[in-house]
């Protein structure tokens, strides 16, 4: 599922609240020197009411600004949900025509 929040309206959203507080906590104070050590801070981040946090990093870049044409954008098998459904919305696996 893909949710975006509007400029300035990240109070509302409970992924700051409820993961980036935690991660924050786990790494407070700690040096950052490599990838490994700051995917470690965030993998290592877990609570009491069963909070787990997965990461992995993508080492590959990606080009900016790339644009879709209609016809792409048309075999997207996009579903948006009930609730602020401009901003959060499912993109499904397109179904094999064979």
Known sequence: ????????????????YRLFSQISRNGAGKP????????????????????QVKAFLIDRVFEKRKKITAEERALLHVCARPICPTWNYVIKPRLCSG
């Open 1 to 16: 599922m893909i949710c975006h929040y509007p400029t300035g309206t990240s109070k509302w959203n409970p992924i700051v």
């Open 32 to 51: 950052l020197r490599s990838w490994d050590i700051m995917l470690d801070y965030i993998r290592g981040t877990g609570t009491e009411t069963g909070l």
